[in-house]
């Protein structure tokens, strides 16, 4: 029988081995066309952060410059958009694909502006 702790270090090890979706995103408001442009490593997190505050209806778990459009508008007029993934190697470091990131930030900044 294996421990709480044994499981629970399994559990962790498990979630370090996955292979998360990292990209860049924007929260992007329908009425105004506000949006708040970033990168993360972990879009899953993005996406659940989006999907909890339109559940409870509350915009201060968005960027500031979004949640005054929700607060104005509701949370129907934000939409979360992936703009682009990061192609994941396996041989790719944490700090790889974080370069990666700010490569494709940096592009989809001069892209929208």
Do not use: C
């Not at 081995?17 to 993360?40: C, D, M, N, P, W």
């Amino acid at each position: 029988m294996t421990s709480s702790k044994e499981t629970r270090k399994e559990m962790t090890n498990a979630y370090k081995q996955t292979k998360h979706r990292a990209g860049v995103y924007r929260f992007i408001s329908k009425e105004s066309g506000i949006y708040a442009l970033a990168a993360s490593m972990n879009l899953k997190g993005i996406e659940n952060k989006y999907q909890f505050a339109k559940k409870v209806n509350e915009p201060s778990a968005l960027p500031y410059v979004i949640a005054q459009d929700v607060a104005k508008y509701g949370m129907d007029a934000v939409d979360l958009e992936i703009l682009e993934l990061v192609d994941i190697k396996d041989e790719m470091t944490n700090q790889d694909i974080k370069e990666e990131l700010d490569v494709l930030l940096e592009i989809w900044q001069e892209k929208l502006s």
